[in-house]
């Protein structure tokens, strides 16, 4: 279970139309245009719904995708994934377990160690410099 919760409404009020896409109504940004794709600075990457710390520098690398893409979130439980079948696709869909906002996919093609891909959408994040 997520622990906050807002109204469409609320979430409308404090988020710019495209975070709102891609969080609430889970839509993706465009490839190759999101403000982090990149960008490799250190730092951590925040929820940009809630402020949740979701995924570190370290882990952050060029995966020629598109989007942001990291090998693992900064901890165990910051991020939620749920089986998604939309667009005749199985995929797994990566959800900030903190406000239960969309976030982006998790794909088997990740580097070492972890062989995953977290592609995450730009508009989901916002990144802390160290
Ligand atoms: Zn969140």
Same mark, same amino acid.
């Given at each position: 279970m997520t622990k906050i919760k807002k109204t469409d409404q609320e979430w409308r009020a404090e988020l710019s139309p495209e975070q709102y896409n891609v969080l609430r109504e889970k839509g993706t940004e465009r490839p190759f245009t999101g403000e982090y794709d990149h960008v490799f600075e250190s730092g951590t990457y925040h929820c940009a719904g $809630? /402020?949740?710390?979701? @995924?570190?520098?370290?882990?952050?690398?060029?995966?020629? $995708? /598109?989007?942001?893409? @990291?090998?693992a979130p900064a901890s165990e439980d910051a991020v939620d994934e749920e089986s998604d079948v939309t667009f005749g696709m199985i995929r797994t869909e990566v959800l900030c377990s903190n406000c239960g906002g969309h976030l982006g996919h998790v794909f088997p093609d990740g580097p070492y160690p972890t062989g995953v891909r977290y592609c995450i959408n730009s508009a989901a994040l916002k990144l802390e410099e160290e």
């Open positions: $809630c /402020g949740a710390e979701l @995924f570190v520098s370290d882990t952050k690398y060029d995966s020629g $995708c /598109g989007w942001p893409a @990291f090998y």
